[in-house]
């Protein structure tokens, strides 16, 4: 594939990121009113992209949204194998190398009235596997989304802004800077770079939990 081909689908990536967040911003109070006080985050995840599946704006904005999609990488043979399973991703056609990835964490978790961030797990757990290219293996572009389980969207955010600073395997190049904001999903973006010597944009995005059961 062309680098040309790649920025061509990395501006109708960032297009669709920016749409589809609309469409979250709509669907999120619906998707907590079935949800416990504290549900695990597959929970959320799953009935997020059941409410997006079935939005009619969605389906206009792209081909498919795929819980627990499973991107494939090729052994030196030609074999295919899995690379493990993103919590959903975008599909744009039927070509299965090219989608938009979503890694979704929980943050600001209480237990025994204390807070626990969950920044580092965001950080290692989540945005490592763009930089590993075990999500988005040649792609300029992947999503983090963050479950604020408080409500707390600025403690949120400067946790995981504090946790990206002071890791040093993500090779952050640019950010994070301050995305414009989507309804009430507060945003930033970072740059890193990557072994191949190729970069990745991460559009993070952040969804007040607390705030849908008020």
Request: hydrophobic fraction near 40%; include cysteine; charge should be positive.
């Amino acid at each position: 594939m062309v680098l040309g081909d790649l920025q061509v689908w990395a501006s109708r990536a960032i297009s669709v990121d920016e749409r589809l967040l609309d469409r979250i911003a709509v669907v999120w109070p619906r998707c907590m009113e079935v949800l416990p006080v504290q549900p695990q985050e597959d929970a959320i995840t799953r009935n997020l992209v059941n409410l997006l599946g079935k939005d009619p704006v969605v389906r206009n904005i792209c081909y498919y949204v795929e819980y627990q999609f499973e991107p494939f990488a090729t052994d030196p043979k030609g074999t295919k194998y899995s690379k493990g399973k993103i919590d959903f991703a975008v599909l744009l056609d039927w070509e299965r190398e090219l989608y938009l990835a979503y890694e979704c964490k929980r943050l600001s978790v209480t237990h025994s009235r204390r807070r626990s961030s969950l920044a580092t797990d965001y950080v290692k757990e989540g945005m490592m596997r763009f930089i590993s290219e075990q999500y988005a293996e040649g792609l300029p572009i992947g999503c983090m989304l963050g479950y604020v389980m408080d409500g707390d969207i600025a403690f949120a955010m400067k946790q995981v802004k504090r946790a990206i600073r002071s890791h040093e395997p993500l090779g952050l190049v640019t950010g994070p800077t301050t995305a414009a904001r989507i309804q009430n999903i507060d945003r930033f973006l970072t740059t890193h770079s990557r072994t191949n010597l190729t970069r990745i944009e991460l559009r993070h995005a952040f969804l007040p939990f607390a705030n849908a059961h008020a």
